[in-house]
């Protein structure tokens, strides 16, 4: 099975900046659509952005859209998300996930699309 593993979450200032990396093991990396998901307390989770296998095509949500960037490295097996000038509500458990079936950009914005995800990472944002 694939193993999806989170880092560089912690707590910033409203304004700052982090990049989240996720790093996968256990699968062939570069044939993978990836993702990155938040959920708050007492919210669903929520596609935050995605990435086709070749870094082509990528999707984010409306309420990040000019703030984050995803992006991946296929030779590291890794996928990014640099998040700057953060806010209070990006406050969430940022999980990454991929999707081994080479589903169309729409099919990625639902978590159902996804088969592995990764544990989480904290980002907290504080005013």
């Known amino acids: 099975q694939v193993q999806l593993v989170e880092s560089g979450g912690g707590l910033v200032q409203t304004g700052g900046s982090l990049r989240l990396s996720c790093a996968a093991s256990?699968?062939?990396?570069?044939?993978?659509?990836m993702g990155w998901f938040r959920q708050a307390p007492g919210k669903e989770r929520e596609v935050v952005a995605a990435?086709?296998?070749?870094?082509?095509?990528?999707y984010y949500a409306d309420s990040v859209k000019g703030r984050f960037t995803i992006s991946r490295d296929n030779a590291k097996n890794t996928v990014y998300l640099q998040m700057s000038d953060l806010k209070p509500e990006d406050t969430a458990v940022y999980y990454c996930?991929?999707?081994?079936?080479?589903?169309?950009?729409?099919?990625?914005?639902?978590?159902?699309?996804?088969?592995?995800w990764g544990q989480g990472t904290q980002v907290t944002v504080s005013s």
């Open positions: 990435i086709i296998w070749s870094g082509g095509s990528t």
């Open positions: 996930a991929a999707d081994r079936g080479r589903s169309t950009t729409a099919q990625l914005l639902r978590t159902r699309t996804y088969d592995w």
């Open positions: 256990g699968g062939t990396f570069s044939n993978y659509a």
